[in-house]
């Protein structure tokens, strides 16, 4: 496996101007406003896959859908399902079958897991998507993202959250981020941030990025980045 072996890999995220993505309960906050959220569903009707981790559908369950009926019938024309596959990453098989993204709306659906997962969890979640087993303790991020580039997704858009944006950017595996800083501050000092996990010490080749673009949206301003000089390899913490 090589490098070019894996789909682009973009975050997109929302974050208060003290760069929170959620309350300190851990609930989710609209931060962006209407011109934001259409931006965000342009970028999924444009992605092969929309990945998040067990914990962001825990918290928040959401669908990963398209929500504009026009991109989902331009994606239907072109000869592709209505949404994106949607991925959790999830080592020991936690998604409940009733999620949103299991059960709304047409298209694939992928779980990785890791061995810790019990058989009796992988096979009730097997009839709602395809498991990938990627890694023993933890999801294998690297395994997973050459998993996908062989069912040929090509673009994967990750919505979080901070643990698993941890996870990939410290392991190298991110290209570019989205990131939206709306006009709140939510405070509270473990209140999640756009990322999470371990952080990068004095001595670590910490992640370094380049801004290609700045727009004033809404009440707030979008911030596109390029990652230049990626991490060094991290503890995996996927979930």
């Given at each position: 496996m090589t490098q070019i072996d894996r789909p682009t890999v973009f975050i997109n995220a929302a974050m208060s101007a003290d760069g929170k993505i959620s309350t300190v309960q851990g609930t989710q906050?609209?931060?962006?406003?209407?011109k934001d959220r259409?931006?965000?569903d342009a970028l999924k009707a444009g992605s092969d896959a929309i990945m998040v981790g067990i914990g962001t559908v825990l918290a928040d369950n959401p669908s990963l859908t398209v929500k504009s009926k026009k991109r989902r019938e331009k994606r239907k024309a072109e000869g592709l399902d209505e949404n994106p596959v949607r991925i959790v990453v999830d080592s020991t098989?936690?998604?409940p079958v009733e999620a949103e993204?299991?059960?709304k709306g047409e298209g694939k659906r992928i779980i990785a897991v890791s061995q810790r997962a019990v058989l009796?969890?992988?096979n009730r979640l097997g009839k709602k998507a395809e498991i990938?087993?990627?890694g023993t303790e933890e999801v294998d991020l690297k395994k997973l993202l050459y998993e996908l580039w062989l069912r040929d997704i090509r673009r994967v858009m990750v919505e979080g959250g901070a643990t698993l944006n941890w996870s990939l950017i410290s392991q190298g595996l991110v290209d570019e981020l989205y990131t939206y800083v709306g006009n709140?501050?939510?405070g509270g000092k473990t209140a999640p941030t756009l990322v999470g996990g371990k952080g990068f010490g004095a001595d670590d080749a910490v992640v370094k990025l380049e801004l290609l673009d700045m727009e004033k949206l809404d009440e707030g301003v979008l911030l596109r980045w390029r990652v230049t000089a990626k991490g060094?390899?991290?503890e995996n913490e996927t979930a």
């Amino acid at each position: 496996m090589t490098q070019i072996d894996r789909p682009t890999v973009f975050i997109n995220a929302a974050m208060s101007a003290d760069g929170k993505i959620s309350t300190v309960q851990g609930t989710q906050t609209r931060i962006s406003g209407k011109k934001d959220r259409d931006r965000v569903d342009a970028l999924k009707a444009g992605s092969d896959a929309i990945m998040v981790g067990i914990g962001t559908v825990l918290a928040d369950n959401p669908s990963l859908t398209v929500k504009s009926k026009k991109r989902r019938e331009k994606r239907k024309a072109e000869g592709l399902d209505e949404n994106p596959v949607r991925i959790v990453v999830d080592s020991t098989a936690r998604t409940p079958v009733e999620a949103e993204l299991l059960v709304k709306g047409e298209g694939k659906r992928i779980i990785a897991v890791s061995q810790r997962a019990v058989l009796e969890d992988i096979n009730r979640l097997g009839k709602k998507a395809e498991i990938l087993i990627c890694g023993t303790e933890e999801v294998d991020l690297k395994k997973l993202l050459y998993e996908l580039w062989l069912r040929d997704i090509r673009r994967v858009m990750v919505e979080g959250g901070a643990t698993l944006n941890w996870s990939l950017i410290s392991q190298g595996l991110v290209d570019e981020l989205y990131t939206y800083v709306g006009n709140m501050i939510l405070g509270g000092k473990t209140a999640p941030t756009l990322v999470g996990g371990k952080g990068f010490g004095a001595d670590d080749a910490v992640v370094k990025l380049e801004l290609l673009d700045m727009e004033k949206l809404d009440e707030g301003v979008l911030l596109r980045w390029r990652v230049t000089a990626k991490g060094g390899e991290m503890e995996n913490e996927t979930a």
